[in-house]
């Protein structure tokens, strides 16, 4: 579902709950010397913070068409699963009333919302990590 945010409202985007663990080198893949990989997955986020979902992206500008070995991907899947977020929320000011980015003030409503968030993860063996980014 798509949002339409109104004139009196402020959409407040989900965001993690402290720094998130990322995902690391696969240990099997070690020796073998292979080309940078990119992962992209789409995570559903619940208004309770979750991750309710969880799948691989392709079709999103900068990743790859073709899917990564299975390893990098399962190493996404595994650590993205235990991600927490504090849930996304549309905020309502009364009409005439002065909108702020932390939705503060008389008569302003909160809902909680449901959004997908797309992340890509790189991993190099020279750094032996992944990194992670956001698209938006």
Do not use: H
């Not at 559903?44 to 991750?51: K, P, Q, W």
């Amino acid at each position: 579902e798509r949002y339409q945010v109104k004139d009196n409202q402020v959409f407040l985007a989900a965001s993690t709950v402290g720094e998130p663990s990322m995902p690391i080198y696969p240990e099997s893949l070690m020796g073998m010397l292979l080309p940078d990989q990119r992962v992209c997955v789409e995570l559903t986020i619940s208004t309770d913070g979750e991750v309710i979902e969880i799948k691989t992206v392709s079709d999103v500008i900068g990743c790859p068409s073709v899917m990564p070995r299975m390893e990098f991907v399962q190493a996404v899947l595994d650590q993205v699963a235990t991600w927490q977020f504090f849930s996304a929320e549309i905020c309502t000011f009364p009409e005439g009333g002065k909108k702020n980015e932390d939705c503060s003030g008389e008569g302003v409503s909160k809902k909680l919302v449901p959004i997908r968030l797309i992340y890509y993860f790189d991993f190099s063996f020279k750094k032996r990590r992944a990194m992670a980014g956001l698209k938006k």
